[in-house]
């Protein structure tokens, strides 16, 4: 079964920072591209991050610059370093394989998501 | 930046009509736009990908069509299960979501 279980979530101060795991199974993040999706309460989902097969990394500009994707090969995970939070950044934090061409990159697999709460 | 228009944002129907759920880009993005639905607690489930094309295991009343910039999203003959919130997302260029619609029993 393909799976995708997220980690690393928590409660972090402003300024904090944490790093978020998702863990693979059934798939290999180094052959895959994989994103990462946000949901603050409430609200609708943001793309965040994305990690191509190359290794090559792409944000949105709400996260450039503090955010960063990353991959361990040997143990089929993908990571997310969240610096510089901030009360926006609370949400809940999904991992998620990206289909290529001709499936239009579409999302199919997603984890179960990891909670990011940042509060003094 | 491509934005995405959904509409409506929330609609009330009964077990068994039919749902048009649209999606507007701003710009043209062939084909490349997706549908997901989500219940609350629960991870986005793809639907339909690259505009008309029904991910395995979901449902035959589900259908997408559109490319340019005018997409939908039908539920030919809605189901107790069906009563969640869906979202389109661009793949175009940078991934982007729309708003979501929220659908409700009526």
């Known amino acids: 079964e393909v799976q995708l279980v997220e980690s690393g979530g928590g409660l972090v101060q402003p300024g904090g920072s944490l790093r978020l795991s998702c863990t693979a199974s059934g798939l290999t993040v180094t052959t895959n591209y994989m994103s990462w999706v946000r949901q603050a309460p409430g609200k609708g989902l943001e793309w965040i991050?994305?990690?191509?097969?190359?290794?090559?990394?792409?944000?949105?500009?709400?996260?450039?610059?503090r955010f960063t994707v990353s991959r361990q090969n040997s143990n089929d995970m993908l990571f997310l370093q969240i610096n510089g939070l901030s009360a926006e950044d609370t949400a809940v934090y999904y991992c998620a394989r990206v289909l290529q061409r001709p499936a239009a990159y579409a999302m199919d697999v997603w984890g179960q998501g990891t909670t990011v709460t940042v509060s003094s | 930046d491509i934005q995405m228009t959904q509409s409506p944002?929330?609609?009330?129907?009964?077990?068994?009509?039919?749902?048009i759920i649209t999606c507007r880009a701003s710009q043209i993005i062939s084909s490349y736009l997706n549908w997901y639905q989500q219940k609350p607690g629960k991870a986005p489930k793809l639907?339909?990908?690259a505009a008309s094309n029904l991910q395995s295991g979901v449902p035959s009343r589900f259908s997408g069509s559109g490319s340019g910039t005018e997409f939908t999203l039908t539920i030919s003959s809605l189901q107790p299960e069906d009563f969640a919130t869906y979202y389109c997302q661009q793949s175009y260029s940078i991934p982007l979501f729309g708003g979501g619609t929220k659908v409700e029993i009526k």
Do not use: C, F
């Open chain 2, 9 to 19: 944002s929330s609609l009330s129907a009964s077990v068994g009509d039919r749902v």
């Open chain 2, 47 to 49: 639907l339909i990908y």
């Open chain 1, 49 to 65: 991050a994305v990690i191509y097969t190359d290794g090559r990394a792409y944000y949105a500009d709400s996260v450039k610059g």
